[in-house]
């Protein structure tokens, strides 16, 4: 991704969706968070979500400059479909929240997504992707700042033939990476072999892994696996902030 990150373990978006508590996970360790999701409406005034996610960031931009966690920011649309009005919404959510992130995610995982459609057309997710990147040139052009962007896909235990198509299709439109978030698999065991199954076609292309991860040996299993970085949610929520904070020592 073009970023050195401090440690491999960050947490998922919608733990901090409103970057409320970004002094808490500093203390914590995690190496990055992602903040969100953010759901941006380019047809409408920024909502008051929105505005605070924002003023919060400022905040934290300004009274946290020596820090060294890497900020990840989650965009979303409520709009279904891979449509213009999708790519709008995305487009906007870029521009109002480059100043503030280390790298941008594209979330395609809420449960109406065409990316968790196996029928997904590829010509329609390629000509979507291409026109998020180019959007994406564009903002970097006028900021004068290059933010690495990222795509977050939903692998299904019982439904992701399709998952390595779309990752050939980020990597071919120069995405520059993924956040897979595994849903209702059985152990982290096979969560590792379909990472590595992954990575045996998309050796250079960096996956960020979220999902059913509980211990450093869940963690272990998947960096071995391929995964460039990993991200936890429940866990920091059943096993407390020390626990955690341990298990990201080792990393």
Not at 126 to 138: A, C, G, M, P, V
Not at 195 to 215: A, Y
Request: charged fraction near 20%.
């Amino acid at each position: 991704m073009g970023i050195r990150f401090p440690n491999s373990v960050g947490l998922a978006a919608g733990f901090d969706r409103y970057a409320r508590f970004l002094p808490y996970t500093q203390r914590v360790g995690f190496g990055f968070i992602e903040i969100g999701t953010i759901n941006v409406n380019a047809s409408k005034t920024p909502d008051s979500a929105v505005l605070a996610t924002l003023d919060n960031l400022k905040k934290a931009t300004k009274y946290s400059k020596n820090s060294v966690q890497r900020r990840g920011i989650s965009l979303g649309s409520l709009h279904d479909g891979l449509t213009k009005q999708t790519e709008a919404d995305f487009a906007n959510g870029m521009m109002l929240f480059w100043p503030y992130a280390d790298y941008l995610v594209i979330n395609l995982s809420r449960p109406n997504s065409p990316t968790r459609n196996p029928s997904l057309e590829p010509k329609a997710l390629t000509s979507f992707l291409t026109n998020i990147k180019r959007d994406h040139s564009q903002f970097a052009s006028e900021f004068r700042r290059y933010v690495p962007i990222v795509a977050k896909v939903a692998i299904d235990h019982e439904c992701n033939e399709h998952i390595p198509e779309i990752l050939l299709s980020l990597k071919a439109q120069q995405f520059d990476g993924a956040v897979i978030a595994f849903e209702n698999w059985p152990d982290i065991s096979r969560v590792a072999d379909y990472v590595s199954q992954l990575k045996s076609t998309n050796e250079d292309f960096p996956l960020i892994v979220v999902g059913g991860i509980r211990s450093c040996d869940d963690i272990e299993q998947l960096m071995a696996a391929g995964a460039s970085l990993v991200q936890v949610f429940s866990s920091l929520i059943t096993q407390g902030p020390l626990r955690m904070q341990k298990m990201i020592s080792n990393y």
